[in-house]
Each structure stands twice: as C-alpha cells, then as structure tokens.
Nanobody, 122 residues
Framework: QLQAFGGGLVQAGGSLRLSCAADGRAFSLPTMGWFRQAPGKEREFAAA??????????LYGDSVKGRFIISRDNAKNTVYLQMNSLKPEDTAVYFC???????????????WGQGTQVTVSS
C-alpha cells in the first residue's frame, strides 16, 4: 500500500512537498518513484530514487530536472518530492510507486498508490 499526500493549490514560482507513505512490503522494493498525469495526457515520469545511507541514486524526468528533488526516509518508509519553481504545466495528479527496477518506465513499477492533486495557478 502506498499513499501520496501533500498536494494542493500553489501559485507559479511557489513550492510544495509531496509525501508518500508506504507499507513495509511496498517499501521493500528498492526503487521508489513519482509519476504525474495531467488531464488528457499520458502518465509522465517525474523522479525515482534507489539506495540508502551514503549510496543514493536518483533519476529525474527532463521536465522537472533542476526543480524537483526526490528523497527518502527509510526509517519512516516514506519518500518525498520537493517541488520548487512550480509552473502551471506542473498541474497534474501525482502518484508514487515502487519498483524492483531502476528506470523511468511506468510498466516497471508494480505497486501504485492513490494520487494527490497539484494545481499551479499562473
């Protein structure tokens, strides 16, 4: 089970931090990721993270690179997505997911949570 929360309405240029709480089974998968889906568009990869301690690997989608930061707290079974310099085109439902693989393909992710709506006003 995965549950994303923290979405809301924010003005362009603002920031939001999303959180995703996972049960032990989901969090045991090595990769945690965030995807987003805007109305009428396909699901888009945002970020993924793998590892713990001093050895952490991250991946970012081109549209969020340099603005979003993914992190995880293994002690809390939680993954975060810090979203900065938000743009209206970031408006979407954001989903967290878990995968045994480390890549950007949504089909690689086997566990999905309910999404949280992020709306960025211009």
């Amino acid at each position: 089970q995965l549950q994303a929360f923290g979405g809301g309405l924010v003005q362009a240029g603002g920031s939001l931090r999303l959180s995703c709480a996972a049960d032990g089974r989901a969090f045991s998968l090595p990769t945690m990721g965030w995807f987003r889906q805007a109305p009428g568009k396909e699901r888009e990869f945002a970020a993924a993270i793998r590892g713990s301690g001093d050895i952490i690997f991250t991946l970012y989608g081109d549209s969020v690179k340099g603005r979003f930061i993914i992190s995880r707290d293994n002690a809390k079974n939680t993954v975060y997505l810090q979203m900065n310099s938000l743009k209206p085109e970031d408006t979407a439902v954001y989903f967290c997911a878990a995968s045994p693989f480390f890549d950007k393909r949504s089909e690689s992710f086997s566990s999905w949570g309910q999404g949280t709506q992020v709306t960025v006003s211009s």
